[in-house]
């Protein structure tokens, strides 16, 4: 491709992008194709000569987008968001321009410099400790096992990475039994093994019961153990269930154990400063993860992770060939030392014109109305007596459930709402996910999606009442 021809795509990619925003209400929110049928429609073998952009772009439209889900739909309230912005998208475009490796200061001097002044924005923005250091990673289950990797080379005196397990290790982590699948994926990969991650039982609000993690504790100590970490949620995935993080620290602080708090999708919330008591305490605890692309309009990939101790961090992770050496090391960032990967995106880029473009105040607006509607919708629900609310609302996400009160058994009812969900998300005009909830089939929505207002939430409102009043008529043939 030449620059010419270059030029021209670029511009019509940007307004097929334009487009594609402008009318994005009106995809099916959920893609529905078959198993299969995608693949089935690419050449078995690679092209030998050039293909023209007109073609490659035709089959774009032509076989990707019906394969696609549309995340950045106002009607998507699935999972938890990975919003985006237009500042977002255009900070994205030029880190593909520049196609820089970020790896050291001296691949980029701008990135490594830039990245360090937007963690020092994210902790004033977030009330978070300011001699903490932060780094951007790819994700949160990323930034979970860097903090794995911490606790264990800092509470084995780094013996583990130099000479491997002995065998005599017998290290525990701690979660609660709603944390993401991400902290036992971690225990895995650390070598720490999957039987070693303690699982504490929740309280009724689904938060970590800190009277039976000191038990734990203690009972593993007494047996032979050693408490390594404990992560605590604050806003856990299936339900955005609040650990007691003040309670939390005291116990760990008491014991000499890690810990780790991932607020992968809550952290958004600490822009708002009458949500900074989810991290009180936070100053005795060793690391912090949240993702920007969850919550804060920057798209993915860009999560955040702050320790207290940098020295721990850069300790476990510092290797030094000689093709890597710098003149400048030591007296910058070489943030290739702060995480596992070596080769970096320039990520910093896009969380400046986001928070620029935004500004603090708009940000807040923005998280704040998503609270607002999420808190209209729990009113709907909790003001119509064939649906419940299933846990208490303290962010955007809103846990409920249909329940038409036939005197169902938990089966049926699980039934009903696995049935009702297929419906909603094969109707195109939602996405919407489900977690369990001590066993009960729950409807979960998150309402954080950038372009979502309050009358996308009353349609979807609508929408999945009317479905459920039209299964519940026809129940006995459902089921
Ligand atoms: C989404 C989520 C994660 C995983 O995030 P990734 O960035 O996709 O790894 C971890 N923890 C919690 C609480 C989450 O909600």
Known sequence: MKNVEFREWAHRLADRMADYYENIDEYPVKSTVQPGTIFAQFPTEPPAESEDMWLIMSDFERIIMPGITHWQSPNFFAYFPANGSYPSILAEMLTAMLGTQCMVWDTSPAAAELEEMMMQWLKTMTGLPSNWHGVIQDTASTSTLAALLCAREKRTAYVINESGFDGNERLRVYCSSEAHSSVEKAVKIAGIGRKNLVKIHTDKMYSMDTSLLREAITADIAAGFMP??????????????????????????????????????AGTALLLPEYRWMIDGIEKADSFVFNPHKWMFTNFDCSVYFVKDKDVLLRTFEILPE?????????????????????????????????????????????????????????????????????????????????????????????????????????????????????QYTLRMSIAGTLTSKQHVQKAWQLIKETAEEMADNLALEI
């Open 228 to 265: 390594l970490c404990v992560v605590a949620a604050i806003g856990t995935t299936g339900c955005t269930a609040i650990d007691p993080l003040e309670e939390i620290t005291e116990i760990c602080e008491e014991f000499g154990v890690w810990l780790h708090v991932d607020a992968a999708y």
């Open 323 to 439: 093709y890597l050496k710098t003149s400048s090391r030591g007296l910058v960032n070489d943030y290739r030392d702060w995480g596992i990967p070596l080769g970096r995106r320039f990520r910093a880029l896009k969380l400046w014109f986001v928070i620029r473009s935004y500004g603090v105040v708009q940000l807040q607006d923005k998280i704040r109305e998503h609270i607002h509607l999420a808190q209209w919708l729990k009113q709907q629900i909790c003001a119509d007596s064939h649906f419940e609310v299933m846990a208490p609302v303290p962010l955007s996400l809103v846990c409920f459930r249909f329940n038409p009160q036939t005197d169902s058994s938990i089966e049926n009812l699980n039934k009903i709402n696995e049935i009702l969900l297929g419906k909603l998300n094969a109707s195109g005009n939602i996405f919407l996910t489900h977690t369990k909830l001590k066993g």
